[in-house]
């Protein structure tokens, strides 16, 4: 049958896909519209499986917070391209994602691919923005944080977000949490405290003190205080709360926190990059 132009663009309209792959489609399914839609999820499928090699270091962090600030979401979608990211639809599918994720809690990336946006489930919803952009798209990493406060901080560019739980908050809580959430992005630090530390990470860490220390000679008597030493400097360096503010060195982040409101800490932290 002819395919016409109004056609064509019901399809476009229909799925956003562009008039060439549209008029394609319906020519294949001889006019037939559901099957035409179904031809362009499939060549969605295909790009996928074509590319799901390729490496998606680019993309845009999402986050979303509670009218109350008591609990948040954040997830990076991720390309292969910054050409990509800065898409419209791609950022329409982000936010979209991020809404469902928002409204449902789910509690894995896998739970939420399951979740639906319309008619389709954010799986499918993936596989036909791949058939219309024709790169791999994937969600890299989706968080949510729940507490008596919950401050987020994105970094310019949109490609790192971090989430800041705070408890006891008062005076201004609210820019004590996007200073520390600049101090997340900017240190990384490894865990909250020295207690949320994992074993494997403690003895990586004191293995490389013996070593040192015995590469420098040192007696073999004290070579086990030279390692709690190093390791005792590792959590300064790079647990949260024990490090240097970075706004006031003179001050651990903990002692900031409780410069702002007496007994306000930091409870728990997320940080999604996607390059990570």
């Not at 031809?39 to 845009?60: F, H, M, P, V, Y």
């Not at 220390?213 to 205080?225: F, L, V």
């Amino acid at each position: 049958m002819a395919i016409t132009a109004k056609d064509v663009n019901k399809l476009r309209q229909m799925t956003g896909a562009g008039m060439m792959d549209c008029k394609k489609a319906l020519v294949e399914a001889d006019g037939d519209f559901d099957k035409a839609v179904e031809i362009l999820r499939k060549k969605g499928q295909k790009i996928s499986a074509s590319r799901s090699d390729r490496e998606t270091n680019e993309g845009t962090v999402f986050v979303k917070t509670s009218d109350d600030n008591k609990e948040a979401v954040m997830l990076s979608l991720n390309c292969e391209t910054d050409f990509v990211a800065k898409n419209e639809e791609f950022q329409s599918v982000g936010n979209a994602i991020l809404d469902v994720a928002f409204q449902n809690k789910p509690a894995n990336v896998e739970e939420l691919q399951k979740l639906k946006i319309g008619d389709l489930s954010v799986e499918e919803k993936l596989t036909e923005l791949v058939g219309k952009i024709g790169e791999k798209i994937d969600i890299g990493t989706y968080e949510m944080l729940s507490s008596e406060m919950v401050v987020s901080y994105i970094h310019a560019g949109s490609r790192l977000g971090v989430l800041v739980a705070l408890e006891n908050v008062g005076g201004d809580a609210e820019e004590a949490g996007r200073d520390i959430g600049m101090q997340i992005a900017a240190m990384k630090p490894v865990a909250l405290d020295k207690d949320e530390v994992d074993q494997s990470t403690i003895d990586r860490e004191l293995e490389i003190g013996r070593d040192q220390a015995r590469s420098e000679g040192k007696p073999d008597n004290i070579i086990e205080k030279i390692a709690q030493g190093k390791l005792n400097k590792f959590f300064k360096e790079n647990t949260l709360v024990n490090q240097a503010f970075v706004k006031d060195p003179g001050m651990t982040v903990a002692q900031y926190l409780d410069s702002v409101n007496k007994g306000m800490k930091v409870v728990a932290f997320k940080r999604v990059s996607v390059s990570d």
